[in-house]
């Protein structure tokens, strides 16, 4: 149990970690008018599954509670898996974080968000800016998860 605790815990500093590097290549890319625009996909996540429910639009502070509450816990599953499949031992940011962020990446750029409804699958997308800056939030978010949960095991 202390295990897969450990794991959550690293896997929403992961998430912390990486929302700050969103944050920040959002406010270097982005004009002001398309940033306050701009919808994280958490927050695409949540409206599809609200529209899919059949409820109407929620307001911009419940969707991005809802969004936040979304990509935290994501991230300290897939932490939390991490952390099971390494079943407590040594652990390496460079070659367990990595992987892991590629294959979270796969999975949600190619499967979950296009299932939603949330984002188009990335084989469909035009510009490699948008390959770089998910793909640069998704490593931030393996490695560190995997910094943080191996200083979590260390003695």
């Given amino acids: 149990m202390k295990n897969l605790m450990q794991g959550a815990l690293a896997g929403a500093a992961?998430?912390?970690?990486?929302?700050?590097?969103?944050?920040?290549?959002?406010?270097?890319?982005?004009?002001?008018?398309?940033?306050?625009?701009?919808?994280?996909?958490?927050?695409?996540?949540?409206?599809?599954?609200?529209?899919?429910?059949?409820?109407?639009?929620?307001?911009?502070?419940?969707?991005?509670?809802?969004?936040?509450?979304?990509?935290?816990g994501y991230g300290a599953m897939w932490g939390a898996v991490l952390a099971s499949a390494t079943r407590g031992g040594q652990i390496s940011p460079s070659r367990h974080g990595v992987l892991l962020a590629v294959a979270l990446w796969l999975l949600g750029f190619g499967a979950v968000l296009p299932v939603v409804g949330a984002h188009p699958p990335f084989w469909t997308w035009k510009t490699p800016r948008e390959f770089a800056l998910t793909g640069a939030a998704h490593l931030t978010w393996g490695v560190g998860t995997a910094t943080v949960l191996k200083a979590l095991r260390a003695p």
């Fill in 14 to 72: 992961g998430v912390a970690g990486m929302a700050g590097v969103i944050t920040s290549l959002r406010r270097a890319i982005l004009t002001s008018d398309q940033l306050a625009g701009a919808k994280w996909h958490p927050e695409k996540v949540v409206e599809a599954l609200v529209q899919r429910a059949g409820y109407r639009e929620l307001d911009d502070q419940t969707r991005r509670r809802l969004g936040d509450l979304i990509h935290y």
